[in-house]
T-cell receptor
């Protein structure tokens, strides 16, 4: 059982480059999320999707975009990377509908370094 | 707004009991979550409390007091593998989780 798969697991990127972090889940969960985790800070929500075809902005959406063309995939794109986007990025999914709060299942994370 | 406070780091001895506290401020309340995160790994779900009181699950228990905006995670019979960060989270008004910075628990033999 794969659960949630993220790719790449690690990447070093030059500032100004475009980068897409991939996330795929095989649990048929409605909701998907992208978080970033920085030392000393809690997980911060970047973007989320309650169901295929819809997306929403989280706490720190600037510089990031997402799409949800189908249930399984939720890619995160950095249009023009900046050093402050150096972080560990976690994709997560939940079998919850809007108005509900469910357990989150996380991918293994993508460590991104922007130089 | 929402705010969550947890101690940054705690140290305990193998075999002992430790209590990790979490205080929160939220405009509404839709439950409180605890997650465990080992270094370099993804967070994993531990517990969800929506009603006041203590919920026990093996060596781990979670307590909630909604009137006090307070929760704790109680870990008994500590094992070295319990060394990890413990994350407290509450949903905001849009049902998205707001996370504390986490408590790093160090277990010593």
């Amino acid at each position: 059982i794969a659960g949630i798969t993220q790719a790449p697991t690690s990447q070093i990127l030059a500032a100004g480059r475009r980068m897409t972090l991939r996330c795929t889940q095989d649990m048929r969960h409605n909701a998907m999320y992208w978080y970033r985790q920085d030392l000393g800070l809690g997980l911060r929500l970047i973007h989320y999707s309650n169901t295929a075809g819809t997306t929403g902005k989280g706490e720190v959406p600037d510089g990031y975009s997402v799409s949800r063309a189908n249930t399984d995939d939720f890619p995160l794109t950095l249009a023009s990377a900046v050093p402050s986007q150096t972080s560990v990025y976690f994709c997560a999914s939940s079998d919850s509908k809007f108005g509900e709060v469910g357990e989150l299942f996380f991918g293994e994370g993508s460590r991104l370094t922007v130089l | 707004g929402q705010n969550i406070d947890q101690p940054t780091e705690m140290t305990a001895t193998e075999g002992a009991i430790v209590q990790i506290n979490c205080t929160y401020q939220t405009s509404g309340f839709n439950g409180l979550f605890w997650y465990q995160q080992h270094a370099g790994e993804a967070p994993t779900f531990l517990s969800y409390n929506v009603l006041d009181g203590l919920e026990e699950k093996g060596r781990f228990s979670s307590f909630l007091s909604r009137s006090k905006g307070y929760s704790y995670l109680l870990l008994k019979e500590l094992q070295m593998k319990d060394s990890a960060s413990y994350l407290c989270a509450v949903p905001d008004s849009n049902y998205q989780l707001i996370w504390g910075a986490g408590t790093k628990l160090i277990i010593k033999p």
